[in-house]
């Protein structure tokens, strides 16, 4: 199975600053690659997939980029609502569909 | 309006068997660009993806727990049920079914988990 590493695990930040978090794949995967937002006590939202399209309705602030092992996700000014845990997830066209272990960001 | 909604017990016993349902609204689960998918979450920790339904009924499973799961849909009823065998206190967690989508863009084609339940917490105790 592939497997992805999320890093950092765990950032502080403020708002209006500017994040990346990367997420790297134990093999290559191509695009096949989507970002998710959670907030506690709810699902998952999908904020990215095919590593780089935006899901409609999210900010344009969030943006994916990458290919093969290396991914990222940037927030290009953080806000308030934006606090929450992030997981990447692999989504070759057959499973299994592995997540990362997440990317709490926090306020710093 | 498209919807998914777990339900199920909330409370197991170790050894006993797990029966989730997710029902569906607002899609078809013959859709050839949908499917179904359960996931779950122990308390604190990361998602984990346990199995997929297409729309064809294929199916697929995670390989740490390929032995102890099945996952199953009645279109009529627009139903997905999974079940696991062997409960233990570990399998305490939120789980969630999610629609998976496919997005074509030639050559290829892209999936991606667009709409969750909200999740149903199951724990696991004696």
């Known amino acids: 199975d592939i497997q992805l590493t999320q890093s950092p695990s765990f950032l502080s930040a403020s708002v209006g600053d500017r994040v990346t978090i990367t997420c790297r794949a134990s093999?290559?995967?191509?695009?096949?690659l989507a970002w998710y937002q959670q907030k506690p006590g709810k699902a998952p939202k999908l904020l990215i997939y095919a590593a780089s399209t935006l899901q409609s309705g999210v900010p344009s602030r969030f943006s994916g980029s990458g290919s093969g092992t290396e991914f990222t996700l940037t927030i290009s000014s953080l806000q308030p609502e934006d606090f929450a845990t992030y997981f990447c997830q692999v989504l070759i066209s057959n499973p299994p569909w592995t997540f990362g272990q997440g990317t709490k960001v926090e306020i710093k | 309006q498209v919807t998914l909604k777990e339900s199920g017990p909330v409370l197991v016993k170790p050894t006993e068997t797990l029966t989730l349902t997710c029902t569906v609204s607002g899609f078809s689960l013959n859709n050839v660009k949908m499917g179904v998918s359960w996931i779950r979450q122990p308390p604190g920790k990361a998602l984990e993806w346990l199995a997929h339904i297409f729309s064809n009924d294929e199916k697929s499973y995670s390989s740490a727990l390929e032995s102890r799961l099945t996952i199953s849909k009645d279109t009529s009823k627009s139903q997905v049920v999974l079940t696991m065998t062997n409960m233990d206190p570990v399998d305490t967690a939120t789980y969630y079914c999610a629609r998976v989508e496919r997005y074509d863009s030639w050559p290829t084609s892209f999936w991606y988990f667009d709409l969750w339940g909200r999740g149903t917490l199951v724990t696991v105790s004696s």
């Open positions: 093999q290559g995967i191509s695009s096949y």
